[in-house]
């Protein structure tokens, strides 16, 4: 990766919508990958706010005297939908400021040499 003291506007824009895009998909990801362990009977007696919870992407693991017995996670069709909204929210992302006069072909040559 050159360094930015040499780089154009164009590719400095370039380089800063990359690390947006990565910085947000790691933490997305990483909220949503991550398991959190709770007991069942905790899981029992808080399970409306634990599906509010999974509702939105987290993910539980439920034990039994500390044994992992089963996991809490979000329906597949939630996974489906959260994929479209992340590829909406992108494309918007790159419509409010699209990136102009860079040769995108010549970028991705130059990575492969």
């Not at 003291?5 to 400095?12: A, F, I, L, V």
């Not at 992302?93 to 991705?108: E, K, N």
Request: no cysteine; aromatic share 6%.
């Amino acid at each position: 990766m050159p360094s930015s003291r040499g780089s154009s506007p164009p590719e400095t824009l370039i380089y800063s919508r990359l690390v947006y895009i990565l910085v947000y998909v790691k933490f997305t990801l990483q909220e949503k990958i991550m398991k959190i362990a709770i007991g069942s009977y905790e899981a029992k007696t808080k399970l409306p706010e634990l599906l509010r919870q999974v509702k939105t992407g987290k993910s539980f693991t439920i034990t039994t005297r500390g044994e992992a017995v089963a996991d809490l996670v979000p329906s597949l069709g939630v996974k489906a939908k959260d994929k479209v909204a992340a590829a909406e929210k992108l494309k918007a992302f790159m419509r409010t400021d699209p990136v102009r006069g860079v040769d995108i072909r010549a970028l991705i040559e130059e990575g492969r040499a």
